[in-house]
C-alpha cells in the first residue's frame, strides 16, 4: 500500500482517494498479501498514518457527509518516500524485503 501511495505523489499534491486506493491495492495484491475485507486495509492504511509514513485529510464537500474512506484522502510523507526508496533504516512492521524472516 505504501507502494502505491508512493507512486500517486505525480497526483493532485500527491493525493489519493482512500476508496481508490483500498480498491487499487485490492487489486495488485498478490494473494499472499490480500486482505480480508476493506476494514482490514483500512486498518493498514490507519497504521501507515500513525507510524507518519502517510497522511491523511478529510475530503468531504458538505459537513453531513459521513466520514470515511470514500471521503478521505491519503498521501506519503517524506519518511514514507525514504522507507520506499530505502534511503532510511528497513521497519519491521512493514513489509520491507530487506529484513529475512
Known amino acids: ?3 502505491l501511495l508512493y507512486e500517486s505523489r505525480g497526483n493532485a ?3 489519493i482517494g482512500g476508496q481508490m486506493l483500498i480498491d487499487l491495492y485490492g ?3 498478490v494473494r499472499s498479501e490480500k486482505c480480508e475485507d476493506d476494514s482490514h486495509q483500512a486498518s493498514l492504511l490507519h497504521d501507515l498514518v500513525l507510524k507518519n509514513l502517510a497522511e ?3 475530503a468531504r464537500v458538505y ?3 459521513r466520514a470515511g474512506l470514500e471521503n478521505s484522502e491519503y498521501r506519503i510523507t ?3 518516500v525514504s522507507l520506499v526508496d530505502e534511503t532510511s533504516p528497513a521497519d519491521a ?3 520491507d524485503l530487506r529484513i529475512i524472516k
Open 1 to 3: 500500500m505504501l507502494v
Open 13 to 15: 499534491g500527491g493525493w
Open 27 to 29: 487489486a495488485q495484491a
Open 56 to 58: 491523511a485529510r478529510d
Open 63 to 65: 459537513r453531513h457527509e
Open 78 to 80: 517524506a519518511k514514507g
Open 93 to 95: 512492521d512493514i513489509d
